[in-house]
């Protein structure tokens, strides 16, 4: 059974402005698509370096990880004058962190488990 996905926004500044999604629950066929249009509107709102906190996600399915995939090709043009923006993951629970490794993303994306070094990551 889905549980309900949630999504936190806040806002740190390292040595850019990094805008952070903290997600809770299941990210799966029932709610990827909430992640997407969530990030669709904080990148269309301006924002260029994205970092998800996942240490709130206990299941992640294919669907999840399509969503964390289209964002990523959104991010390509997320930068000033279309260049290319930022996204990272930070906290992935071990049962995720299971997921991104067997389907090889995390060699696709930036994987941090303290906030800071992933801040400094930007």
């Known amino acids: 059974m889905s549980s309900a996905l949630r999504i936190a926004v ?11 999604l903290h997600l ?4 799966d066929g029932k709610t990827y698509q909430e992640l997407e249009a969530k990030a669709a ?20 399915g294919s669907a999840g ?3 964390l995939h289209a ?11 279309g260049s290319a923006g930022k996204m990272t993951l930070l906290n992935p629970t071990d049962a995720v962190a299971r997921v991104l490794k067997t389907l090889g993303f995390d060699q696709h994306f930036s994987i941090h488990t303290n906030l800071e070094e992933a801040l400094k990551s930007f």
Request: charged share 20%; aromatic share 4%; no cysteine.
């Open 71 to 81: 964002i990523s090709n959104k991010m390509k043009t997320a930068g000033p004058n």
């Open 10 to 20: 806040s806002e740190e500044k390292g040595n850019v402005p990094v805008t952070i």
């Open 65 to 67: 990880m399509r969503a």
């Open 24 to 27: 809770t629950g299941d990210l």
């Open 41 to 60: 509107e904080i990148i269309g709102a301006g924002a260029s370096n994205l970092l998800f906190d996942l240490g709130g996600v206990g299941f992640m």
